[in-house]
């Protein structure tokens, strides 16, 4: 996706570099990873990366029962911003569900709308 300002596709490139970077990672290490972010500098402006793990409810009959049990995908979303230079902020929200078999699928628009 390309955008007029290049502050926002500075925002955008660093925030697909990372969810590359994070497409790569095990299954297994991305279960044991938790909510996060840092700060980014952009054309002299500090704007920030927030990262969302979610994983499916657990069945509370289940984890009574046998303990829990972990999940079969994980949902991983990137959301960056940075202040624009006239009004408001740019935003780029990217994601991805990966399973334990190690396929990824992206998240279209619907799902991504509630981080943006």
Do not use: N
């Not at 095990?26 to 994983?55: C, N, S, W, Y």
């Amino acid at each position: 996706m390309r955008y007029w300002s290049k502050a926002a596709q500075q925002l955008a490139d660093l925030v697909e570099r990372e969810m590359d970077q994070l497409r790569a990672i095990p299954f297994e290490d991305l279960a044991t990873m938790q909510d996060g972010g840092h700060d980014v500098e952009i054309k002299g402006r500090t704007g920030h990366i927030h990262r969302f793990v979610e994983r499916p409810e657990w069945s509370s009959t289940r984890i009574l029962l046998q303990g829990p049990v972990p999940s079969s995908s994980i949902k991983i979303v990137l959301q960056g911003s940075v202040p624009s230079r006239i009004l408001g902020s740019h935003y780029h929200v990217v994601g991805f569900v990966k399973t334990r078999e190690g396929s990824c699928r992206e998240l279209d628009g619907s799902e991504l709308y509630p981080y943006s």
